[in-house]
């Protein structure tokens, strides 16, 4: 709980992916239906322009966790002196 094994800040950015994909659907549907095609395509746009955010900023914790696993390799490889 304490340690810093386990990151919790990719769940966060999850929590808030799935949150900011819902809220711009949710704001494209309800433009769509009042009328405002253009103000729902933009929407959309802005959605997919979310994806590609949150995807880089996972990007550098995958990285982050990648490195520690080549590490662990290469720390398990070396052999101590006799």
Known sequence: ???????????????LYILTMLLFLAAGVISF?????????????????????FEGIMIAF??????RRITEALEADRKPPL
């Open 1 to 15: 709980m304490f340690g810093f094994d386990k990151l919790i800040t990719p769940k966060i950015i999850t929590f």
């Open 33 to 53: 239906f009042n009328g405002k095609v253009g103000a729902a395509l933009l929407c959309v746009l802005i959605a997919v322009f979310c994806r590609v955010f």
């Open 62 to 67: 995958k990285n982050n966790e990648y490195l």
